[in-house]
């Protein structure tokens, strides 16, 4: 997951002008509500996913807030099963800015 959000930090992309719906309506553009927008592209599922990187226009959209809990779910889920606490390094970082090649 972190690669998926990795890919999809980019200048670009941010400055596609996206905002949220639902509960939280507030307009994009910060670090955190920048990554809670690629969380909830990924939630929706590859063909959305493959179509943000193929047309960056397709991310100016209104995104659902709650994309950010898929954050959570692998730790959460990992923890609950095994009981043991997550210690995982991803190889990439998904914080907004990260992908350094794409900003």
């Not at 914080?95 to 900003?103: P, R």
Request: hydrophobic share 35%; glycine share 8%.
């Amino acid at each position: 997951m972190s690669e998926v959000l990795f890919n999809l930090d980019r200048r670009d992309l941010n400055e596609a002008g996206y905002s949220f719906s639902g509960a939280y309506e507030v307009d994009g553009q910060g670090g955190d509500h920048f990554l809670f927008a690629r969380c909830t592209v990924v939630v929706s599922g590859s063909k959305v996913y493959n179509e943000v990187l193929r047309d960056p226009s397709t991310f100016a959209t209104a995104w659902d807030w709650c994309g950010q809990d898929v954050l959570n779910v692998i730790e959460e889920a990992y923890e609950e099963v095994t009981g043991d606490v997550w210690e995982h390094d991803s190889p990439v970082d998904y914080e907004t800015g990260s992908n350094t090649a794409a900003w």
